[in-house]
């Protein structure tokens, strides 16, 4: 079988150490960027390798770009044929974090590249653990593989195309999958300037996930985004830095929702031109 979208860590168990899969630990926090790393060396689960979210999933940030701009796919590519991704492998990512956040972004990077054999762990290392399946602390022997680039250039939005989507107010919708109070501009912990782009639509990501930090099952995804989710309606989503962006597109595909695009700039580098509208709730 494979899998697109989640994975549960009794099904990941049952082929754990088979050939042809690659198993990536992507934990990481924004507040100690090392700790993930950390937390990998002393306990992962067998056989995966790591995925740093600074150093192997965004690329160098600009003075136009966002926090996390999107790597550059020939260096991309390079470190999945370094991790042994190849045509056949089936890719499982898995994270610590609420919402699946770097794991969701690592599988939006491979599809973006063509490779759609991936999957998120559903519930991530804590799922793992709480089934007291077995982890280890020796790093994996990596089989080299040919990672092959098929981009899909149609899966993104630039800041250019997101001010004229706005602009035309057709079936498009844009989804800031921030929380609240900063979608509102009442507490921005992260970024210089507080608020929204005038006309986006607030659907926090941690929503999508149930109280054991598993996705809902997608009937209820597809019902939280409502008439967003009708024939018709093109999403785009967006976040602090396009990271979290990435958790609620894989939600929506695991809807059944097809097609939702990455702003990939999202808030981050939308300010970074003053002269690009906000808009706060007063």
């Known amino acids: 079988m494979v899998y697109t979208t989640l994975i549960t860590a009794e099904q990941l168990a049952a082929h754990a150490g088979t050939s042809g899969w690659v198993i990536v630990d992507c934990r990481f926090s924004l507040a100690a960027?090392?700790?993930?790393?950390?937390?990998?060396?002393?306990?992962?689960?067998?056989?995966?390798?790591?995925?740093?979210?600074e150093r192997d999933l965004a690329g160098p940030v600009t003075a136009t770009s966002g926090r996390h701009p999107?790597?550059?796919?020939?260096?991309?590519?390079?470190?999945?044929s370094a991790w042994g991704i190849g045509p056949q492998t089936l890719v499982v990512a898995y994270d610590a974090a609420s919402g699946a956040m770097a794991a969701a972004r690592l599988w939006w990077l491979l599809r973006w590249l063509g490779h759609t054999a991936v999957a998120v762990l559903d519930g991530g290392w804590q799922a793992w653990q709480q089934q007291g399946l077995p982890v280890?602390?020796?790093?994996?022997?990596?089989?080299?593989?040919?990672?092959?680039?098929?981009?899909?250039?149609?899966m993104l939005i630039d800041t250019a195309g997101v001010r004229a989507m706005l602009?035309?107010?057709?079936?498009?919708?844009?989804?800031?999958?921030?929380?609240?109070?900063?979608?509102?501009?009442?507490?921005?912990?992260?970024?210089?300037?507080?608020?929204h782009i005038p006309g986006a639509i607030n659907l926090p990501f941690a929503g999508n996930l149930a109280a054991d930090g598993r996705f809902l099952a997608p009937e209820h995804l597809r019902?939280?985004?409502?008439?967003?989710?009708?024939?018709?309606?093109?999403?785009?989503?967006?976040?602090?830095?396009?990271?979290?962006?990435?958790?609620a597109l894989l939600?929506?595909?695991?809807?059944?929702?097809r097609g939702a695009k990455l702003y990939a700039g999202s808030w981050s580098e939308w300010i970074r031109d003053p002269a690009r509208p906000v808009q706060t709730v007063s």
């Open 33 to 53: 960027p090392e700790a993930g790393e950390a937390e990998y060396h002393a306990a992962h689960i067998p056989g995966a390798v790591y995925a740093h979210l």
């Open 70 to 80: 999107l790597p550059d796919p020939a260096r991309l590519a390079e470190r999945f």
């Open 136 to 154: 280890d602390d020796r790093l994996p022997v990596s089989g080299k593989s040919e990672f092959q680039v098929r981009q899909h250039a149609d």
């Open 167 to 195: 602009a035309r107010q057709s079936g498009q919708r844009l989804l800031d999958v921030r929380n609240p109070e900063r979608f509102q501009g009442i507490n921005e912990t992260i970024d210089p300037v507080a608020g």
């Open 223 to 247: 019902a939280r985004l409502g008439k967003l989710a009708e024939e018709g309606s093109e999403l785009v989503c967006m976040c602090g830095s396009g990271v979290t962006a990435c958790h």
């Open 251 to 257: 939600a929506s595909e695991h809807a059944g929702v």
